[in-house]
Every structure is written in structure tokens, then in C-alpha cells.
């Protein structure tokens, strides 16, 4: 129980210890809505160029597209890229869920501990058929699709369920959800706990609203992850191109989970990242580009060569 709570924390945290944060590479470009079913999803395209081939990058938990922060975007944008970033459901600009409240959480966590569905106002599948749908309002017809922490199980999912939408696949510090994957380390926990408590959470949740976090949003978001549960045998299925990027010191979502996740999808290549946890440091950012970018352009070109 102690492992789940923690759990919030450390999933709505993917970018917010990064030392350096700036926004306006990314706020340069127009914040657009788009209508998607019966809910309005928040997007940016940027760096656009018709004939760039595209990315759809998706945040993790509670967290909006200026989440990303300008690094790793405009590391991709500089790379030939036309990336499409959004605000997920119930965050940011797009609809919220505000009115559906809280759950209580101490009780749909012990529910979810003892494989009882749990209580949530949508799934991690509704929100990977938002991605679908935007990508058919804005005109792609298949994209890179790459995501980090509650990110990357959505973009699991759309490589899963819209295997025509997904030119390659980029799952970063992110799992499966299998339950026999190993919890966060003792250490990792006693140093959320001490982030967690007084002046320091305050200052921690101000810092992550700063960044673009919406902890309003997290529980329902985890509660999202749970009511998906083990998506193992979906992801078995995977047959698009995939990297799996984790941190090597990842004590919160253990490399474990990223291994397994590789080990799931056939040909898919696994890199530990030195130097990184659960977040993106900025000076390991330039590895990222350089690992994401390779494999979209190793992709693009094969698939090139066969027309």
C-alpha cells in the first residue's frame, strides 16, 4: 500500500527535477483545440513543415504539454521532425474532469490491491483513442509515437490498437503495469517521503504547477493506470519498430519494468541511460535526442528504401 501511494508521486514527477526549465521555444507556437468525441483536446504543433516526417510526443501523469519543456522538443524539431504535442484529457486546456471529483484513494487503492476494478472516469485506452483521434484532425496519417511515464503506456497502447497510426514506437521510463515487476526502491521511497511532507511539498507542488503539472489531475490519472491494469499481453503484440529508453537510476519506476517491456515486443532495442532516473536531466537530453532521432531516421529511411 505504502508502494502504490508513493506511486502518485513519483509517476506526476517525469520532468519537474530538471535543475533548468524554459517554455518559450514551445509557447512560440499556438496552443489549438481540437474536438475529439465529446471532449476538446489542447495541442501544439511545432516546428511544422509539410513534408517533415511527424512525432507525437504524450506527457505523463497530471502533466501538460509545456510539461515537456523546450530541450528535448526543439532537440527533435532541430532534427527534421514535426512534433505534435498535447495536453492529455483532464489537463491543461483540454477537458477536465474536475466535476467527477476525487477518488478516495486509500479505498481504490486497496481495492486495486486485492484485483478489484477500481473506480475512474475513463482508462489509459480512452485516452490512447484521443491520440488517435487528434491525429486524424490535424491531417497524420502515421506518426512516430513516443511517451514518457503514464505517456508511454498510452503510447503503447496506440502502437497496440492503431498499429496504421504508429511509424515506430519510443516508450520512455514507463511499464507495462505486470504485477510482478519490482516497486520503488526503499531509497527512492524515503526520499519522496521527505519531498512529500511541510514546506517542502508546498514548494514541490508549486514548482511542478510552474512546469505545467496539474496535481489535481493525478489521482484520476492513476486511477486511469490502475482500471487498465497489466497490459502485457497487449503489448506482446506490438510489431512496430520500438526503442525502450530508461534511466539507469531509476529507483522510482525500476529499469526492471522498461527491460520487461523490450522483452515483450519482437526486435525491439533497450538502452539504459547513465545518469538519468525518473526525469530527464538536461545534460542526458542530448543523448535522448540522439537515441530518438537514430531510431525515427533509421526507421524512416528503411521504410523509404521499400517504396
Not at 506526476?12 to 474536438?35: I, N
Not at 502485457?232 to 519494468?257: F, K, Q, R, Y
Request: contains cysteine; aromatic residues 6%; proline residues 6%.
Amino acid at each position: 500500500m505504502r508502494s502504490l501511494i508513493l506511486l502518485i508521486i513519483c509517476m506526476s514527477l517525469p520532468l519537474a527535477a530538471r535543475a533548468e526549465y524554459s517554455r518559450a521555444y514551445l509557447d512560440s507556437y499556438p496552443l489549438q483545440t481540437a474536438h475529439i468525441g465529446e471532449l476538446d483536446i489542447a495541442y501544439r504543433i511545432v516546428g511544422p513543415g509539410a513534408d517533415k516526417p511527424k512525432a507525437v510526443v504524450i506527457m505523463g501523469l497530471g502533466g501538460s504539454n509545456v510539461a515537456w519543456g523546450d530541450a528535448l522538443i526543439s532537440g527533435l524539431t532541430n532534427g527534421g521532425y514535426e512534433v505534435l504535442i498535447l495536453d492529455n484529457r483532464d489537463t491543461g486546456a483540454s477537458t477536465r474532469f474536475d466535476e467527477w471529483g476525487q477518488p478516495v484513494l486509500w479505498w481504490e487503492l486497496l481495492k486495486y490491491r486485492f484485483g478489484f476494478s477500481v473506480n475512474a472516469p475513463y482508462t489509459l485506452n480512452d485516452m490512447a483513442a484521443d491520440i488517435a483521434g487528434l491525429m486524424d484532425k490535424v491531417g497524420y496519417e502515421d506518426a512516430h509515437i513516443v511517451g514518457a511515464s503514464m505517456g508511454g503506456m498510452i503510447a503503447q497502447i496506440v502502437a497496440a490498437r492503431y498499429p496504421e497510426k504508429t511509424r515506430s514506437l519510443i516508450s520512455i521510463m514507463s511499464t507495462t503495469n505486470a504485477p510482478h515487476l519490482p516497486p520503488p526502491t526503499k531509497e527512492a521511497e524515503m526520499n519522496l517521503r521527505n519531498l512529500a511532507t511541510g514546506e517542502a511539498q508546498e514548494e514541490r507542488e508549486r514548482s511542478i504547477r510552474e512546469r505545467g503539472f496539474y496535481p489535481e489531475s493525478m489521482q484520476r490519472h492513476l486511477m486511469a493506470i490502475f482500471k487498465t491494469g497489466d497490459r502485457s499481453n497487449e503489448v506482446a503484440g506490438i510489431g512496430t519498430p520500438t526503442l525502450v529508453l530508461h534511466g539507469a537510476d531509476d529507483g522510482l519506476v525500476p529499469p526492471e519494468h522498461g527491460r520487461h517491456t523490450a522483452s515483450l515486443i519482437q526486435g525491439a532495442r533497450f538502452s539504459l541511460i547513465e545518469g538519468m532516473a525518473h526525469n530527464m536531466p538536461d545534460e542526458v537530453i542530448p543523448l535522448l535526442v540522439a537515441e530518438m532521432t537514430g531510431h525515427m531516421d533509421t526507421v524512416d529511411r528503411i521504410a523509404a528504401s521499400t517504396l
